[in-house]
Nanobody, 123 residues
Framework: QAQLVESGGGLVQAGGSLRLSCAASGRSFSTFAMGWFRQAPGKERELVSVISRWGGTYYADSVKGRCTISRDNAKNTVYLQMNSLKPDDTGVYYC?????????????????WGQGTQVTVST
């Protein structure tokens, strides 16, 4: 079992930056792959980035070069640094954990989900 709590969302102007954090409870954090997803109003939830238990990463094309995912296993926390934000980045950002441990991109591979944090990018 794992509980995930996101933080760091907010309102930012286009071109700005935000750092999202996801704190996980439980002893198995280091064995999980951790993903960040987002969902804009009226759209399906989409993958933003993943970091595997071994540190391998994946980024959606829409954020490649602007976002960096990282994890601190000692703190049971995964981060998403987002730079050069655009209005299209607006949405609720969810943290998720996958027991498989590897880089997986489909939502059905993820076993635990946080409640989400709102990111709004204004023009």
């Amino acid at each position: 079992q794992a509980q995930l709590v996101e933080s760091g969302g907010g309102l930012v102007q286009a071109g700005g930056s935000l750092r999202l954090s996801c704190a996980a409870s439980g002893r198995s954090f280091s064995t999980f792959a951790m993903g960040w997803f987002r969902q804009a109003p009226g759209k399906e939830r989409e993958l933003v980035s993943v970091i595997s238990r071994w540190g391998g990463t994946y980024y959606a094309d829409s954020v490649k070069g602007r976002c960096t995912i990282s994890r601190d296993n000692a703190k049971n926390t995964v981060y998403l640094q987002m730079n050069s934000l655009k209005p299209d980045d607006t949405g609720v950002y969810y943290c998720a954990a996958a027991r498989t441990g590897g880089v997986v991109t489909a939502t059905n591979f993820y076993d635990y989900w946080g409640q989400g944090t709102q990111v709004t990018v204004s023009t």
